[in-house]
């Protein structure tokens, strides 16, 4: 008898027939499990009373959820999934993605969001000043990294004997770069200055609790000059780093014996760069404008330290790249020497710093692609959009400021048209760089909190905080990246001390999709930096003192006269329609519209309608249609003839649009086979494409109950009554629920199951003679 015989198995089988049946309902409660189980990902510090609020979760099916206060356990809000796509659900994952929508709810408190038996850990609904507070308590990074001194209960006086340069030159002090203890150049600097943005455009949030009449950022901030004046030679230029390399680990005490001369000193480099010379002398030339209300002597050294600096770097264009040999050289690029100009500019008044900036800004505007277009957001390496910024608030010149503003239109315009490529609402935009995308993120939000303060335009807001929430946890790894916060975050950081620093931010994920690995060895995930803490810093301080109003102003987009022989409607204010995006690939032409009613009333019977040129399409579209989460609102309709060529489809609306509320996000499709013959730029509708930003086309009418509220139609006939084609049948149908891979994996077990039991049953009777 074989050991694999399964009909005589001890006492008859009956163990496998009870392996079987445990199989059959382990499955039933893994698949009841499973749809109520969800991973939801929330922000783990919190929303602002007044911001959008959501949580992404990844779920085999649509639930409700409830937003439920962790104090008394009690429900204080419901609402209902809406199924989003598929995106990012964990490191390097894929899923189907649903939202979790509760920005109506404004009860300050602290919460947690359930669905099922799942819960996110808990946040907290607060003023802005609370939620993105973080700024003051992120500054004690800076004090960890200290070099040169004792920072009790976290290492002692370090370094003391930094550095070797035939012979000895005093440049200990200053900042730690990173993980690691070297110091650089090309990045204090970048630090120190974007510390001091931030104390200069939210003067009032920083507190002086030491008493010495200097608020506490700008006495840490000091520690990073004082190290860079000693860093400048004579002649203006300043040394590149001081660096040991990568190899030692341990506290920074205990690398060399603090002695100078004995032989054991880290290096001083001197390169010398004329990009890293010009982020010195915008780091100097900002805090002698900051410290003269303080210190009038401090501030004309930083001054002089400046114009010394600025002077050698325009001096020595060729003194660029510097010689790349070991790591973190940070060098820079021509629009360092702008924001250097512009800033000594402020603080001088000397016109030759205004011409020179003008001149840079000039040259790259004019170069094939925008200095910024769709470079990467301020950081270490670019300052165009800090410098153009500078330029809106100090340029004399008219036509160059516009210039500047559509550039920066286009740049930012930019990471919001690919933050709506994910749920998340972040910018793809860095993500295959190669490094953790969180530094980049918060020089994005400080872009678009820049671009919102000259705009008022309530999207560069939005999305500023977009950034900050992937930050704080609302992310596919439910993980907080700013270290000692939220109910998750790393733990194992790349850092020499080997300890966790709180309030500090690491590098993060990267990757398209994101991945993550919470590990010390992987310093492109785990590492802190002082420019991205900096940018973090900044970044909060903007969004704690911001002073706004919730109210919706349309955006500053084109605005439309009629053309001749078009229909002009008398603007009522009322509903209008935004596009994101028009664009044709192979096999589809697709416009992402979203329609809002500014209204004090809700708005019945609304529709918009998109005019088409079907001359191109002999045989016509072969099919049209809608995506995108608000797609089972309503109905689409056509094409309907117009006049000759020109149709329209026809999206109406079954809910009506509240007020002060947004219909977005909804891609209209033209799916066609003959695409090549295709040129949607030739619709009417489609006249004035302007991508990369949401604007207003009022080319694209809005009607309620069928008479045009807002915007204009071809001028022509007036459209017929049939529509050659009723494609309302490719919509979704609201309340059809999808077919889930879930479900039917879970279907396919249970038929295994039967299968199973049926042959233990079928043993059974068979050993006890019956067929």
């Known amino acids: 008898m074989s050991n694999l015989d399964i009909h005589t198995a001890k006492k008859g089988g009956e163990p496998v027939f009870v392996v079987a049946i445990f199989i059959f309902f382990a499955l039933i409660f893994w698949f009841v499990g499973a749809a109520s189980a969800s991973n939801i990902y929330a922000s783990q510090i919190g929303y602002g009373i007044n911001d959008s609020k959501i949580a992404v979760v990844v779920s085999p099916d649509k639930q409700?959820?409830?937003?439920?206060?962790?104090?008394?356990?009690?429900?204080?809000?419901s609402g209902v999934l809406e199924e989003w796509g598929t995106s990012w659900s964990g490191s390097g994952e894929m899923d189907v993605c649903y939202i979790a929508d509760f920005t109506d709810f404004n009860i300050s408190g602290r919460y947690k969001l359930v669905i099922g038996e799942s819960e996110s850990y808990p946040f907290s609904i607060s003023s802005d000043s609370m939620i993105y507070g973080l700024y003051e308590e992120a500054m004690f990074f800076f004090k960890v990294q200290r070099c040169g001194v004792e920072v009790p209960g976290w290492h002692g006086v370090c370094h003391a004997d930094d550095a070797a340069l035939?012979?000895?030159?005093?440049?200990?002090?200053?900042?730690h770069d990173a993980g690691d203890y070297n110091k650089y150049m090309?990045?204090?600097?970048?630090?120190?200055?974007?510390?001091?943005?931030?104390?200069e455009s939210e003067p009032d949030l920083w507190h002086d609790l030491d008493g010495n009449g200097l608020p506490d950022i700008l006495d840490e901030v000091k520690v990073a000059l004082d190290w860079m004046m000693k860093m400048q030679t004579p002649d203006g230029s300043v040394y590149e780093r001081v660096y040991s390399g990568y190899d030692y680990w341990g506290s920074p005490e205990f690398e060399t014996d603090n002695i100078p001369g004995t032989g054991d000193e880290r290096q001083l480099d001197t390169d010398e760069d004329c990009y890293i010379a010009a982020k010195?002398?915008?780091?100097?030339?900002?805090?002698?404008?900051?410290?003269?209300?303080f210190e009038p002597a401090y501030a004309q050294t930083c001054k002089n330290s400046a114009i010394k600096a600025y002077e050698w770097a325009v001096n020595n264009p060729s003194k660029n790249p510097v010689n790349y040999y070991g790591g973190g050289m940070y060098p820079g690029h021509e629009c360092a020497i702008a924001l250097a100009a512009l800033e000594l500019y402020n603080i001088t008044g000397e016109n030759r710093y205004m011409k020179n900036a003008e001149a840079i800004l000039r040259n790259g505007l004019n170069h094939s692609g925008t200095p910024s277009g769709t470079e990467s957001p301020s950081t270490w390496d670019k300052q165009w959009s800090l410098a153009e910024f500078r330029y809106l608030e100090w340029g004399a010149d008219e036509e160059l400021k516009q210039e500047i503003f559509v550039d920066l239109e286009k740049l930012i315009g930019d990471h919001l048209q690919r933050a709506r490529t994910n749920p998340y609402g972040i910018s793809t935009y860095t993500l295959n760089w190669g490094v953790g995308i969180d530094g980049y993120l918060c020089g994005m939000a400080i872009d678009s909190l820049l671009m919102y303060k000259q705009t008022l335009d309530p999207s560069y807001?939005?999305?500023?905080?977009?950034?900050?929430?992937?930050?704080?946890?609302?992310?596919?790894?439910?993980?907080?990246?700013?270290?000692?916060?939220?109910?998750?975050?790393?733990?194992?950081?790349?850092?020499?001390?080997?300890?966790?620093?709180?309030?500090?931010?690491?590098?993060?994920?990267?990757?398209?999709p994101p991945q993550y690995a919470d590990d010390k060895n992987r310093w492109q995930y785990n590492e802190y930096a002082i420019d991205i803490q900096a940018q973090f810093v900044f970044a909060?301080?903007?969004?704690?003192?911001?002073?706004?109003?919730?109210e919706y102003e349309p955006p500053k987009g084109h605005i439309i006269s009629p053309g001749e022989g078009e229909v002009e409607v008398e603007e009522k204010g009322v509903c209008h329609v935004e596009v994101l995006a028009q664009a044709d690939d192979s096999g589809q032409s697709n416009i992402r519209v979203r329609v809002y009613n500014s209204g004090a009333e809700p708005l019945e019977g609304v529709s918009i309608r998109y005019f088409l040129n079907l001359s191109e399409l002999p045989h016509g579209p072969n099919g049209m249609g809608l995506e995108g989460p608000w797609c089972k609102e309503g109905v689409l309709k056509g094409p309907v003839q117009y006049h000759d060529d020109v149709y329209y489809l026809e999206f109406s609306l079954n809910e009506p649009v509240e007020p002060k509320t947004f219909v977005e996000d909804t891609w209209m499709m033209f799916d066609r086979d003959n695409w090549n013959d295709w040129d949607s730029s030739n619709d009417w509708s489609a006249e004035w494409n302007q991508t990369g930003q949401w604007y207003l086309d009022q080319h694209i009418p809005v009607y309620q109950k069928g008479n045009l509220i807002w915007g204009y139609e071809p001028p022509g006939a007036v459209a017929t009554a049939t529509p050659l084609e009723n494609i309302s049948?490719?919509?979704?149908?609201?309340?059809?629920?999808p077919f889930s891979p879930s479900f039917g994996f879970f279907m396919l077990m249970v038929c295994i199951a039967i299968v199973v039991l049926t042959l233990v049953i079928m043993g059974k009777r068979k050993r006890h003679g019956k067929s």
């Open 186 to 199: 090309g990045n204090t600097p970048y630090a120190a200055y974007i510390l001091l943005r931030a104390y």
């Open 729 to 737: 049948s490719s919509t979704p149908v609201a309340g059809e629920k």
């Open 540 to 550: 909060t301080a903007l969004l704690s003192g911001l002073e706004f109003t919730m």
């Open 64 to 77: 409700t959820f409830s937003i439920v206060n962790v104090n008394t356990n009690s429900t204080e809000y």
């Open 280 to 293: 010195h002398a915008f780091a100097m030339a900002l805090a002698s404008s900051i410290y003269h209300d």
């Open 461 to 512: 807001l939005y999305f500023a905080k977009d950034q900050i929430q992937w930050i704080y946890g609302l992310n596919p790894f439910n993980l907080c990246f700013i270290t000692g916060e939220g109910s998750k975050f790393p733990l194992n950081v790349h850092h020499r001390l080997d300890r966790v620093i709180p309030g500090a931010m690491v590098l993060g994920a990267y990757g398209n």
């Open 166 to 175: 035939n012979g000895q030159v005093d440049v200990s002090g200053g900042w």
